[in-house]
């Protein structure tokens, strides 16, 4: 397969400074992402447990950034140290750009290799951010996913929403 123009994880080695001041296992594994052997963007990222399928148009991993906790913070997560990498989940498209990234202990999923994400039981889209509602159903087809927004708050978006799982686009179907 021809790697050439695509999406690479290429692993970097931390230094033993690095990981004790960041507080960082020494075994964990993290990666750059590049493209023909150039560094796509400056992200630490790290291959998780539903990501990193880079043969989809997004796909999922987790991105470190350094962090100092406050004291609260170290209170309220269980933190001992005051430094740290903290790991988010993050979208990215097929080019490396970050699309979205989640709140700390949100994990988004992405529907079918679609332009549409859900964290809970929230949809959203990728590209413009859209939400789109709340449901506890779906439906899926080829081209579609179906979802029950029948006790929206908005009444322009009660109903049944059908979204194209293409371009995000949706309309409404409403009872009588």
Known sequence: MDSFNKIQLSPITLSDEFCKEWNIS?????VHLTMNGELVNNGLY?????????TKKYFTLL????????????EK???KNKKGLR???CILDHQGNEKFIAELYDT??????SVIFVIGNKYYNIETGEYYC?????MRSDDYIFLDNTQDSNPSKKGVMQINKHDGTWMLHTSC
Request: hydrophobic residues 30%.
């Open 63 to 74: 991105k470190h950034t350094k962090v100092k906790y406050t004291a609260k913070e170290r």
């Open 77 to 79: 997560y269980g933190f």
């Open 26 to 30: 020494t075994q964990d594994i993290f």
């Open 46 to 54: 790290r291959k998780g447990g539903i990501g990193g399928d880079l």
């Open 134 to 138: 709340q449901s506890l159903s779906s």
């Open 108 to 113: 988004p999923y992405i529907v079918d290799n």
């Open 87 to 89: 790991f988010n989940w």
